[in-house]
C-alpha cells in the first residue's frame, strides 16, 4: 500500500471517529420508563445505582440504601451501605440480594478505625478485563454530619465476580491533600472511573476544600487521577474539571457534578461523561442530566448534543416523573449505552428515594 493510500484511510479513519463522536445523541434516544423500571423499598432510601451486565447474562446493580425512618438527609452521610441486587431485564424487576460493603468497625492491626468503618456510598462498578472495580466513598464518625462527611475519602474494593466475594482495602484509594489550601483539602468522594485504551485506570472524583472558621468547608469541585493497577497508587493531576472559568466562575464556580465516565472506541476513541447539569447551562433545565467528551479525560466539553435529560422525565403510562434525575449512570452494551440509571425522589423531599431505569433506543 502506498503512502499516499494510507494516508487517505487514516484521515477517512480520523473523519469517521469525529462523525462518531458528533452522532453520540443520548437525548434523541432517552424512551418514557415503563412503570415496572423502578427499583424502590420503603423502608429504604435506595440511591445512586451502578448497573453492569455480567457474564451470567444477568444485570447487577449496586446501589446506596439506608433506612428510611431517619430520613434522607443528612442520614446518607452516617447510615448509608452499599447493597447489590440482581435482575434478568435492564428494567427489572431488580432483587436485592445481599449488603457487600457493610460497617467493618476496627481494624485489628491498628485498634483504630477503618477509614470506612461505618458508612459506605456512592457505588460506581467498572469491568477491566476479568476482575470488576466498584469504586465507592466511605467514612467514619460519631453519629454527627459533619464528622462523617468530612470524613469522607474514596476506595476501591475488588472482586471476579459482581456478586463477589469483594476484597476491600485497608486504605483509601484517594486521600484528602495534605496541602491545607488545596481544593481537594477537607473531603473527597463520588468517584467515577474508566479504563484508559492502555489498560490504565482514570478517576475523577468530588472534593472539598479547607476554609479556616467552617466547618463544612468551602467550594466543592472536581479534579482527575490516574493509576496503572486498581490498588494504586492513584496518581492526582494538576488542575480540575467541570468548573466555570472566566466572568462565569464569578456566577457559578461549578457547572456539572456527579459524572459517570466511560470511553468508547464505537463513538469517536474518546471518553464520555453523564453528569448533573447544575445551573441549566448545558440542557436548559437546572438539574438535569448533560452529555460531555473528552480526549484525554481531563480537559471536557460539552458533547456535541449535550442534553440528555430534563428537569423531569416520562413514564411510559403518559405522566411525569415527580422528580428529577440525580447520581446518573448508564448501563453499557460493550461501549454503547442501553439505558440511563440514575435516583429520584431524594432531595425533593417527594417520598422515598428510589432508582430508576430509563430506556436508550438504539
Same mark, same amino acid.
Given at each position: 500500500?502506498?503512502?499516499?493510500?494510507?494516508?487517505?484511510?487514516?484521515?477517512?479513519?480520523?473523519?469517521?471517529?469525529?462523525?462518531?463522536?458528533?452522532?453520540?445523541?443520548?437525548?434523541?434516544?432517552?424512551?418514557?420508563?415503563?412503570?415496572?423500571?423502578?427499583?424502590?423499598?420503603?423502608?429504604?432510601?435506595?440511591?445512586?445505582?451502578?448497573?453492569?451486565?455480567?457474564?451470567?447474562?444477568?444485570?447487577?446493580?449496586?446501589?446506596?440504601?439506608?433506612?428510611?425512618?431517619?430520613?434522607?438527609?443528612?442520614?446518607?452521610?452516617?447510615? !448509608?451501605?452499599?447493597?447489590?441486587?440482581?435482575?434478568?431485564?435492564?428494567?427489572?424487576?431488580?432483587?436485592?440480594?445481599?449488603?457487600?460493603?457493610?460497617?467493618?468497625?476496627?481494624?485489628?492491626?491498628?485498634?483504630?478505625?477503618?477509614?470506612?468503618?461505618?458508612?459506605?456510598?456512592?457505588?460506581?462498578?467498572?469491568?477491566?478485563?476479568?476482575?470488576?472495580?466498584?469504586?465507592?466513598? $466511605?467514612?467514619? $464518625?460519631?453519629?454527627?454530619?459533619?464528622?462523617?462527611?468530612?470524613?469522607?475519602?474514596?476506595?476501591?474494593?475488588?472482586?471476579?465476580?459482581?456478586?463477589?466475594?469483594?476484597?476491600?482495602?485497608?486504605?483509601?484509594?484517594?486521600?484528602?491533600?495534605?496541602?491545607?489550601?488545596?481544593?481537594? !483539602?477537607?473531603?473527597?468522594?463520588?468517584?467515577?472511573?474508566?479504563?484508559?485504551?492502555?489498560?490504565?485506570?482514570?478517576?475523577?472524583?468530588?472534593?472539598?476544600?479547607?476554609?479556616?472558621?467552617?466547618?463544612?468547608?468551602?467550594?466543592?469541585?472536581?479534579?482527575?487521577?490516574?493509576?496503572?493497577?486498581?490498588?494504586?497508587?492513584?496518581?492526582?493531576?494538576?488542575?480540575?474539571?467541570?468548573?466555570?472559568?472566566?466572568?462565569?466562575?464569578?456566577?457559578?464556580?461549578?457547572? @456539572?457534578?456527579?459524572?459517570?465516565?466511560?470511553?468508547? @472506541?464505537?463513538?469517536?476513541?474518546?471518553?464520555?461523561?453523564?453528569?448533573?447539569?447544575?445551573?441549566?447551562?448545558?440542557?436548559?433545565?437546572?438539574?438535569?442530566?448533560?452529555?460531555?467528551? !473528552?480526549?484525554?479525560?481531563?480537559?471536557?466539553?460539552?458533547?456535541?448534543?449535550?442534553?440528555?435529560?430534563?428537569?423531569?422525565?416520562?413514564?411510559?403510562?403518559?405522566?411525569?416523573?415527580?422528580?428529577?434525575?440525580?447520581?446518573?449512570?448508564?448501563?453499557?452494551?460493550?461501549?454503547?449505552?442501553?439505558?440511563?440509571?440514575?435516583?429520584?425522589?431524594?432531595?425533593?423531599?417527594?417520598?422515598?428515594?428510589?432508582?430508576?431505569?430509563?430506556?436508550?433506543?438504539?
Amino acid at each position: 500500500m502506498t503512502a499516499r493510500k494510507l494516508g487517505a484511510l487514516v484521515i477517512c479513519g480520523l473523519t469517521l471517529a469525529m462523525a462518531h463522536a458528533q452522532d453520540l445523541d443520548l437525548g434523541a434516544r432517552v424512551q418514557p420508563v415503563p412503570v415496572t423500571a423502578k427499583f424502590s423499598d420503603p423502608a429504604w432510601h435506595i440511591w445512586c445505582g451502578a448497573p453492569a451486565r455480567g457474564d451470567d447474562g444477568k444485570y447487577h446493580l449496586f446501589y446506596s440504601r439506608w433506612p428510611a425512618k431517619y430520613g434522607f438527609a443528612p442520614a446518607w452521610a452516617i447510615h !448509608s451501605e452499599i447493597a447489590y441486587a440482581v435482575s434478568d431485564s435492564p428494567f427489572g424487576p431488580f432483587r436485592h440480594v445481599s449488603v457487600i460493603l457493610p460497617p467493618r468497625g476496627t481494624n485489628p492491626v491498628t485498634g483504630r478505625k477503618y477509614w470506612d468503618a461505618d458508612v459506605t456510598h456512592n457505588p460506581n462498578i467498572v469491568r477491566r478485563g476479568a476482575q470488576w472495580l466498584l469504586y465507592y466513598t $466511605g467514612n467514619y $464518625g460519631d453519629g454527627v454530619y459533619a464528622t462523617h462527611r468530612n470524613n469522607q475519602r474514596i476506595g476501591v474494593a475488588i472482586a471476579d465476580r459482581p456478586e463477589g466475594p469483594w476484597r476491600r482495602l485497608d486504605e483509601p484509594a484517594i486521600e484528602v491533600n495534605a496541602d491545607p489550601a488545596a481544593f481537594d !483539602s477537607l473531603c473527597v468522594a463520588n468517584p467515577a472511573g474508566a479504563v484508559r485504551p492502555d489498560g490504565g485506570l482514570l478517576l475523577v472524583f468530588k472534593a472539598v476544600e479547607q476554609v479556616p472558621g467552617k466547618l463544612m468547608g468551602g467550594k466543592v469541585r472536581y479534579g482527575v487521577a490516574l493509576a496503572d493497577r486498581p490498588e494504586g497508587p492513584y496518581v492526582k493531576l494538576p488542575g480540575r474539571v467541570f468548573e466555570a472559568v472566566g466572568e462565569e466562575a464569578k456566577k457559578h464556580w461549578m457547572l @456539572a457534578e456527579d459524572p459517570y465516565i466511560w470511553f468508547s @472506541a464505537t463513538h469517536g476513541n474518546c471518553y464520555y461523561a453523564v453528569a448533573r447539569d447544575v445551573v441549566g447551562k448545558f440542557t436548559g433545565a437546572e438539574g438535569g442530566i448533560a452529555l460531555f467528551q !473528552s480526549e484525554d479525560g481531563l480537559d471536557w466539553k460539552p458533547a456535541a448534543h449535550p442534553a440528555v435529560l430534563g428537569a423531569q422525565f416520562k413514564w411510559a403510562d403518559g405522566t411525569m416523573s415527580r422528580g428529577k434525575v440525580e447520581r446518573p449512570a448508564l448501563l453499557l452494551d460493550g461501549d454503547v449505552p442501553i439505558a440511563l440509571y440514575g435516583a429520584t425522589d431524594g432531595y425533593p423531599k417527594t417520598g422515598v428515594s428510589c432508582n430508576v431505569q430509563i430506556p436508550l433506543k438504539e
